[in-house]
């Protein structure tokens, strides 16, 4: 059998994905805010919303969106499927969950005496559950197996709890053979350690988030460190110009780099696009920037045809590709 | 008049009749509904639940006030169906039972955002049911000490029950000159809070009683039933006759009028397996018959679950504070 990557809609063949955007939002909800009294969440409009959006970034030539929101910020299988069904996008979602703010109470002080937060093993079981026997509908029932584990540690440093977030979504990625996606904003090389500890190889695990500051010296030597231990690196803001974030032409820049140091098959890209936010401001992104804005540049600063095909479709055709456990 | 908001609509405090002030239908930690060993089918939850209420509803009693808050499964729906079907009246609280069960989007949330969600939960009805909330919870979270969340939802709470009459529960007692301090600052009258579980096992010595009762709040006696006793008590169990003989020691001294009393049972846990053997029921057939065992008249049973909970919804209104203010 060749290598199968988890939708929302069941496994695939992984040359089925075609151009994938590996680190995307769909529906993407605050924890709480489905609860807010002035917060109106109407599944109708923001399916209109999603499937036009997913239907631009197919006519660009896009084939798969990976909703890198894990399972509880709002994700929403059955919207999903229906979306995916509906525009002929495949749809990856996710399971895993942090940074440790957007956890529940019952992850962290759970009702035992004293209230001692999860263990990396718990979650660990939690996540694995979901990228093998299904991910969660809340109380319902269980939907496709989970297609990319992911985490995030706080950005102004890991507590614990991210730690053993990172760890169980590790331990799950090494059990599953579904691939592990986490950002550390404070320390990504230390991050990285602790989830190869877990016996997860290196070519299961993605950096994200790397280019959301900058593209300067001490991101460039992060990136290559990343992608020498074998990981991969996922420039996941293109099209971002918020206040303080590189340029287009940096991040390309940064490509090109790092394709010329031989990591070529390490590199995947995406816009961090959040396709509807509830809870918090609007991503003023569209989905397709790679294709659109992107890879015309990467082609102005001299890679080939090959090597742009490589980024947007082999890196994460393989990424995604679930291996045997 | 006072209207109490019961999921079904609002009824007159005169129609309250029996009441446990603290309960619910099933109640589970923000989160516990993405861990499918608790799940339960519908059917299974109907089943744990509705013998229970009937029960209740057999024995005299005539409404459940679901302490369930914000974010813990909290189901007003499904509320509506079981009070339908049952004639039990139901009412539903807003508000958090600590800041340890409000997700990030009210932990970041100002006193005034709060406050808003509260009156408009009291008001026009929370999410898309149509039901609104009757009674505001707050609480403290773990460790016995108020976070600056959990003062935050305090603040709150007071200006919501300020501006809509509705009283406040408490999930704990302990930390009360702190709670006192804050909901006064913010013009509350005491006789509005009911500072819950001052009877549980791991509460006592940690809960100044006496500085409750001389501000005016209302003391709760509302975790009968999780004895140490049982086959496999919780940790805030505490021994059946030490709660029991607490409880005395205000019937005794007249200040049958300062308490409240209730179970804080499951019918259905949620997100953790519950306390096997512990139902709201525990006041009817453990509780009263004990209280007539020492001597504790009718009307004085009728006082405490029914007497207090109408005064406790009762005691003032958005107006007469008003005026009483200026």
Excluded at chain 2, 35 to 55: F, M, S
Aim: overall charge negative; proline content about 5%.
């Amino acid at each position: 059998m060749s290598a199968q990557v988890n939708t929302v809609l069941g496994p695939i063949g992984a040359d089925e994905l075609g151009v994938v955007a590996i680190h995307e939002a769909l529906l993407s909800v605050v924890p709480g805010a489905q609860f807010a009294y002035d917060i109106t969440i109407d599944r109708a409009e923001i399916f209109d919303i999603l499937a036009s959006k997913l239907r631009a970034f197919k006519a660009a030539g896009g084939g798969t969106i990976v909703d890198r929101t894990g399972m509880f910020h709002g994700r929403d299988l059955p919207l999903y499927e229906a979306l995916s069904r509906s525009t002929g996008v495949h749809i990856v979602a996710s399971t895993g969950m942090g940074p440790e703010e957007n956890l529940g109470g019952y992850f962290l002080t759970p009702q035992t005496n004293p209230p001692t937060p999860w263990p990396a093993e718990r979650f660990a079981e939690l996540f694995a559950a979901e990228a093998t026997d299904g991910m969660v509908h809340p109380r319902v029932a269980r939907r496709a197996p989970a297609g990319l584990i992911v985490t995030t540690q706080s950005s102004d440093g890991a507590t614990p709890t991210d730690d053993s977030l990172l760890r169980g979504a590790a331990l799950a990625a090494t059990r599953s053979g579904v691939a592990l996606a986490f950002s550390a904003p404070s320390d990504t090389i230390r991050a990285l350690e602790l989830a190869l500890a877990e016996g997860l190889p290196a070519d299961r695990i993605v950096v994200s988030g790397l280019d959301r500051a900058g593209t300067g010296a001490t991101v460039r030597a992060t990136a290559r460190a990343v992608a020498k231990r074998g990981a991969y690196i996922a420039l996941d803001h293109i099209g971002r110009v918020d206040a303080g974030s590189p340029s287009d032409d940096d991040r390309a820049a940064l490509v090109l780099a790092l394709v010329d140091a031989g990591h070529g098959a390490r590199i995947l890209l995406s816009a961090g696009a959040v396709g509807v936010a509830k809870g918090h401001a609007e991503v003023n992104s569209a989905y397709e920037v790679v294709l659109t804005d992107f890879a015309p540049k990467l082609a102005a600063h001299g890679l080939d045809e090959d090597g742009i095909r490589r980024i947007l479709i082999d890196n994460p055709r393989d990424l995604l590709a679930v291996k045997e456990a | 008049m006072t209207r109490v908001n019961t999921v079904l609509g609002p009824i007159a405090a005169q129609q309250l009749g029996f009441t446990s002030i603290h309960e619910h239908i099933g109640y589970g930690m923000p989160g516990s509904e993405l861990d499918t060993r608790w799940w339960k089918t519908p059917e299974q939850r109907y089943e744990e639940t509705i013998p229970k209420l009937r029960a209740f509803a057999e024995h005299g009693g005539q409404t459940f006030v679901d302490a369930t808050g914000i974010c813990n499964g909290r189901d007003i729906d499904y509320y509506q169906s079981i009070a339908e079907k049952t004639g039990v009246n139901i009412i539903a609280a807003t508000g958090f039972v600590g800041g340890d069960t409000a997700l990030k989007h009210f932990a970041e949330a100002s006193v005034e955002y709060l406050t808003d969600q509260f009156v408009h939960e009291l008001t026009v009805g929370i999410g898309t049911s149509g039901g609104k909330a009757g009674i505001i919870k707050v609480g403290v979270s773990r460790g016995f000490k108020l976070t600056a969340l959990d003062l935050r939802i305090y603040r709150a709470a007071a200006r919501a029950s300020l501006a809509t009459g509705a009283p406040i529960i408490t999930h704990l007692a302990v930390d009360a000159a702190t709670a006192i301090e804050a909901l006064q600052d913010e013009g509350l009258p005491l006789t509005r809070v009911l500072f819950g579980h001052a009877d549980d096992g791991v509460s006592q010595g940690k809960v100044d009683e006496e500085g409750i009762v001389s501000a005016g709040g209302r003391i709760g006696f509302d975790t009968f039933g999780y004895d140490l006793e049982l086959p496999d008590p919780p940790f805030w169990g505490r021994h059946r006759d030490e709660r029991f003989q607490h409880l005395m020691r205000y019937l005794r001294s007249g200040q049958a009028d300062k308490v409240l009393v209730a179970a804080d049972a499951n019918c259905s846990p949620l997100g953790w397996p519950g306390v096997k053997g512990h139902t709201i029921n525990y006041l009817f057939e453990q509780l009263i018959p004990d209280l007539r065992q020492d001597g504790v008249d009718d009307a004085t049973i009728d006082q405490l679950f029914i007497g207090n909970v109408a005064d406790f919804f009762t005691t003032s209104t958005p107006d007469t504070l008003n005026s009483e203010g200026k």
